[in-house]
């Protein structure tokens, strides 16, 4: 049997401080902060070669993250995160005057910025449906399903929640909208959720610097086929007339692709990780160890009906209520006076710590975190 150990010799964070926020901005591998490295080099070394290679180099990585993803290639392009990817979700499906935009309270900030920007600039609305921490799917699909109506453009929910680390049911939702054009935010869903993009949506975009690791500015958006033609980038560039979907976003000017490139040498350490094994272990190291840091703080553990694998959310005793900038404060405290790196997250007046779990991760970093932060609490 493989050893499945922690392995915090394949990253270059730094030992003296626990990091247990990866959902966040994620951490890159040795192996591949040195291919980066090598790439850019070379980009530098003659600047003019490079970019005459980038194409080809692009769809060697691209299509290694499309069989990932376990996604048609054909339909899955590059772009720099999630929320780009909703942005170009939203400027392809036609919302008309009059018409909403259905998403719910666990959505990512960025991403209701998105959608509300798109509302005003074609006068449609933003409707927000409730769902509560405890939902089971069944409720999750009713809620979400008496909010849709002729009115209704388009359907925007996370396949996991950044909030909540929620897990939703996108298959069901999936057939619950009947047509209705279905946007999945799937940023913490590649490596945490086997073929993620196979659910029935018309858009999923999912980041792979999270838990694959990959260099950040590294995410796909998978279209269905009857948007490829409708989708476009963000960025107007020589591409612009290109007839498939993954090259029409591959060449955006003078972008640093060797991010992209290199992304994929992560999705190899994460097959040296054995990252089948390893994820259930993971999600039983972080549910072992937000109960250590729930009981250290007095609180219990929400009742998440799904929560994600390798995150969970532990309540605390913190008043956000006492600044606007609160929260960020603590954080700010937590790292330097404590030396652990952490987020908070809040829901329905409830805040939390949400607490990750990856591969460089053992018990002992919770341990610890349970014997300080009641410290400042």
């Not at 194409?55 to 392009?77: K, V």
Request: charge should be negative.
């Amino acid at each position: 049997m493989k050893d499945l150990s922690p392995r915090p010799d394949l990253w270059s964070l730094d030992p003296d401080v626990l990091h247990l926020n990866h959902g966040s901005y994620g951490a890159v591998p040795r192996r591949t902060q040195e291919l980066l490295a090598r790439l850019r080099t070379e980009t530098e070394a003659n600047p003019m070669l490079w970019f005459r290679s980038v194409a080809d180099r692009l769809t060697t990585s691209r299509l290694e993250l499309a069989r990932f993803l376990g996604t048609d290639p054909a339909g899955f392009a590059l772009l720099p995160n999630a929320s780009a990817g909703v942005t170009a979700a939203l400027a392809a499906i036609p919302i008309r005057p009059g018409s909403r935009i259905v998403l719910t309270d666990h959505i990512y900030g960025a991403v209701r910025y998105a959608a509300e920007r798109i509302a005003r600039a074609r006068q449609a609305e933003v409707v927000v449906v409730e769902i509560p921490l405890e939902a089971d799917d069944d409720t999750v699909v009713a809620a979400i399903s008496a909010a849709l109506d002729e009115r209704t453009a388009a359907l925007i929910v996370d396949q996991i929640s950044s909030g909540t680390a929620m897990v939703f049911p996108i298959r069901r939702l999936a057939e619950a909208c009947g047509g209705i054009p279905l946007i999945v935010d799937g940023a913490h869903a590649p490596a945490l959720l086997d073929s993620p993009a196979q659910d029935g949506a018309d858009f999923w975009t999912g980041n792979f610097h999270k838990w694959p690791a990959a260099p950040r500015g590294t995410a796909g958006l998978v279209v269905a086929e009857k948007w490829r033609e409708a989708t476009l980038p963000l960025i107007v560039s020589w591409s612009e007339y290109d007839e498939r979907l993954p090259e029409r976003f591959d060449m955006q000017g003078t972008y640093d692709y060797a991010t992209w490139i290199a992304a994929a040498e992560s999705l190899r350490v994460l097959a040296d990780l054995d990252w089948p094994a390893r994820r259930p272990q993971l999600t039983t190291l972080v549910e072992n160890g937000a109960q250590l840091l729930a009981k250290a703080v007095g609180t219990d553990l929400p009742d998440v009906a799904h929560p994600a694998a390798t995150m969970r959310l532990v309540e605390i005793p913190f008043d956000a209520t006492r600044s606007p900038d609160a929260g960020e404060a603590f954080k700010i405290r937590v790292s330097r006076e404590l030396k652990a790196e952490i987020t908070l997250t809040g829901f329905d007046e409830r805040i939390f710590v949400r607490l990750s779990a990856h591969a460089y991760n053992s018990l002992r970093d919770y341990e610890l975190l349970a014997s300080r932060l009641p410290t400042l609490l």
